[in-house]
């Protein structure tokens, strides 16, 4: 998932997109117990900032909560959000058309991520 959360942050239609929205964003992996939470990146900074703790200075605007599992099959393109939230496979809070419009932002790296799971992890390539 870090590569991922850079492969967002380095993309460049999606990353400047990201940093614009300025939505603090909070994901929970229940299966794998870990957390990051993710914002906007500062001055110098990349268009993203992470960090894989509960302990962070900004308050997320979203937060979402899935298995690893759905995690990769969503940023493959595989997941169907709206059925998914509808299911509880992804657990969401916060403003829904907020929500939406992230989901939106991401759309345009799941070719990279894909790349990616076909070169470095073919196990998880669905």
């Given at each position: 998932m870090d590569r991922t959360f850079a492969l967002m942050s380095d993309d460049p239609?999606?990353?400047?997109?990201l940093r614009a929205a300025d939505t603090?964003?909070?994901?929970?992996?229940?299966?794998?117990?870990?957390?990051?939470?993710?914002?906007?990146?500062?001055?110098?900074?990349?268009?993203?900032?992470?960090?894989?703790?509960?302990?962070?200075?900004?308050?997320p605007k979203l937060r979402m909560s899935m298995s690893s599992d759905t995690a990769n099959r969503y940023f493959q393109g595989k997941e169907n959000v709206a059925l998914a939230i509808a299911?509880?496979?992804?657990?969401?809070?916060?403003?829904?058309?907020?929500?939406?419009?992230?989901?939106?932002l991401h759309r345009p790296v799941f070719a990279a991520y894909r790349q990616m799971i076909v070169a470095d992890y073919p196990h998880l390539e669905l």
């Open positions: 239609d999606c990353g400047p997109k603090p964003q909070r994901f929970e992996f229940p299966d794998l117990g870990m957390v990051v939470n993710v914002r906007s990146g500062e001055a110098a900074e990349p268009n993203l900032a992470w960090e894989w703790s509960d302990e962070v200075a900004w308050e299911r509880r496979r992804i657990k969401a809070s916060g403003d829904v058309k907020l929500r939406l419009g992230m989901f939106s």
